[in-house]
């Protein structure tokens, strides 16, 4: 017969990384969208524009930075050619590739969504106090040059959250 009585769970000796990273990064992200949102970007947007900017660079070059599909990297960048602030172009270097070039008006909207961008994590990093913020950005990095630099092999592979349509 199986008991009915509550089972005791785990004590937890350390806070749940894997929740506040998971929240912390879905928040920021909420606020990223709403932020963009109001000049007519979206993150994957600023994205391929501020990248695309940087040095010339192929359509699949800028989806693997922007950890885009190929799919969503075609959408991605019809939107910005529909907006007149990107166009594919033929690599100077490989005839065979397309590049995204971004257009005078895309580098200005581009330098208005960086300014945004930086606002967004701005107010994110303000509530820390300053000799935090730099503990905890430098924690930050070594983590993502580290030992969270690239994900784990899988027999159950892991997918990434999906932004859920409100």
């Given at each position: 017969?199986?008991?009915?009585?509550?089972?005791?769970?785990?004590?937890?000796?350390?806070?749940?990384l894997?929740?506040?990273?998971?929240?912390?990064?879905?928040?920021?992200?909420?606020?990223?969208?709403?932020?963009?949102?109001?000049?007519?970007?979206?993150?994957?947007?600023?994205?391929?524009?501020?990248?695309?900017?940087?040095?010339?660079?192929?359509?699949?070059?800028?989806?693997?930075?922007?950890?885009?599909?190929?799919?969503?990297m075609?959408?991605?960048?019809?939107?910005?050619?529909?907006?007149?602030?990107?166009?594919?172009?033929?690599?100077?270097?490989?005839?065979?590739?397309?590049?995204?070039?971004?257009?005078?008006?895309?580098?200005?909207?581009?330098?208005?969504?960086?300014?945004?961008?930086?606002?967004?994590?701005?107010?994110?990093?303000?509530?820390?106090?300053?000799?935090?913020?730099?503990?905890?950005?430098?924690?930050?990095?070594?983590?993502?040059?580290?030992?969270?630099?690239?994900?784990?092999?899988?027999?159950q592979?892991?997918?990434?959250?999906?932004?859920?349509?409100?």
């Amino acid at each position: 017969m199986t008991s009915m009585a509550p089972r005791m769970s785990p004590a937890r000796t350390s806070p749940d990384l894997s929740f506040l990273l998971d929240h912390t990064s879905h928040v920021l992200r909420t606020q990223m969208a709403a932020a963009l949102a109001g000049i007519g970007l979206t993150a994957r947007m600023h994205c391929v524009l501020v990248h695309a900017l940087e040095e010339e660079r192929t359509q699949v070059q800028l989806a693997e930075i922007g950890d885009m599909d190929k799919t969503t990297m075609v959408v991605t960048v019809d939107a910005l050619e529909k907006a007149g602030l990107a166009e594919r172009r033929p690599s100077s270097t490989d005839r065979r590739a397309r590049i995204i070039a971004v257009t005078e008006e895309g580098a200005r909207v581009a330098a208005r969504s960086q300014e945004i961008v930086d606002g967004v994590h701005e107010a994110a990093l303000g509530t820390l106090p300053a000799d935090e913020r730099e503990v905890f950005l430098r924690a930050m990095n070594t983590l993502v040059t580290g030992h969270l630099a690239t994900p784990s092999e899988s027999p159950q592979p892991v997918r990434r959250a999906r932004e859920r349509a409100k």
